[in-house]
């Protein structure tokens, strides 16, 4: 399957609101875990329906309900009934090549973003599509697969550490959130690593591996950059929203999370044309010692041009060549024949053809 565009055969001719699973699938069963919070209690357990987890929602405890493997629709479609959420937002959480956005409805709010990470089997980067959507107080994230970047979050509320616990699933959303784009910044300093370190191979030794190497690392920042772009545009749309949903103090963070994640932009920005600026280098050296090359052939080649003239009179069959009758004349032509390159390599060190 390609990875910068999902394949959508499976959508064609779909009624909109249809739940279509839209990639590929990632793990063999659905599993749901319950996390529910407040500044006094913590309950954390895992269960085997969505009815399960509606039923265990608390007035008294914020609920974060984690669902993982969208390619079960049907289950993921009884959160329309359970939840209250809309048929258009479902089936954007079942599809893996939904762009990131924001979206506000009356009684919840809908993010969808792309969590990545470096595999290190095959040394790319690989994205998998996380869909946030939060009420008053129940958080719902929908993942592809098992394996997140929320550990440290589920750490702090586990420990209490911080004011995770004594806010509400906004700040749990924020709190998301800000590991994801600090993956992000994770990522693009390795990648900035490797670019980095092209640059003195690519003035001292060009070869073709050095070329390569930069366009393995223009492919994963572009593919990075498929993501983040977007990413930074819904995260600058959600610190804009006016809702109730989110509290004025949770606002505060959300504008310096939209600065971290403009930060990575930008960062992606530059090693793009870093990595542009490396190709142009790149084809620079190349032609350098190209040019080198074909100087020394010419310079070669020039130099034996007398050479082959006098080797070429005097190899010719005539009966009568005068010098032929001398003592030394084999010796005078040799030496004839190094005064002539001596002269020609003294000239174009003259000229600073060599």
């Not at 420990?159 to 616990?165: F, P, S, T, W, Y």
């Not at 007398?306 to 069959?317: E, H, K, R, V």
Request: without cysteine.
């Amino acid at each position: 399957m390609a990875r910068f565009l999902k394949s959508r055969k499976a959508t064609q001719g779909k009624i909109p609101g249809e739940l279509v699973f839209v990639g590929r699938k990632k793990m063999d069963q659905l599993s749901i875990r319950i996390i529910q919070y407040n500044e006094e209690r913590f309950e954390e357990t895992v269960v085997n329906s969505l009815e399960e987890a509606h039923a265990r929602l608390d007035d008294e405890l914020y609920t974060w309900i984690d669902i993982v493997g969208l390619h079960d629709t049907q289950t993921i479609g009884r959160t329309e009934d359970l939840f209250g959420i809309h048929p258009l937002t479902l089936e954007d959480i079942v599809d893996t090549g939904q762009r990131p956005k924001v979206e506000e409805f009356d009684n919840y709010l809908n993010v969808i973003v792309k969590m990545m990470r470096l595999e290190p089997t095959d040394n790319m980067i690989h994205s998998e599509q996380l869909s946030l959507v939060w009420g008053a107080d129940f958080l719902l994230t929908f993942q592809e697969r098992e394996g997140d970047v929320f550990d440290p979050i589920r750490d702090r509320l586990r420990l209490g550490k911080g004011r995770i616990r004594r806010s509400g699933v906004d700040y749990l959303a924020y709190a998301l959130l800000d590991v994801i784009v600090d993956n992000y910044m994770l990522l693009i300093e390795r990648l900035g690593e490797q670019v980095e370190s092209l640059e003195p191979q690519i003035i001292d030794d060009p070869r073709a591996q050095i070329l390569g190497q930069i366009n393995e690392n223009r492919r994963e920042l572009h593919f990075l950059r498929t993501s983040v772009r977007p990413a930074r545009d819904a995260l600058r749309e959600l610190a804009r929203l006016e809702t109730d949903l989110v509290s004025p103090a949770t606002f505060i963070f959300l504008r310096d999370l939209n600065d971290l994640v403009t930060q990575a932009v930008e960062a992606m920005d530059s090693y793009r044309e870093m990595i542009q600026d490396q190709l142009d280098s790149h084809t620079a050296s190349t032609g350098n010692r190209l040019n080198d090359v074909m100087k020394f052939l010419t310079v070669f080649s020039a130099i034996f041009i007398p050479l082959s003239l006098l080797a070429g009179i005097y190899g010719t069959n005539f009966a009568y060549i005068p010098e032929l009758g001398f003592k030394y004349g084999y010796f005078i032509f040799w030496g004839a024949l190094v005064v002539v390159a001596i002269v020609m390599v003294l000239v174009f060190k003259r000229k600073k053809w060599l």
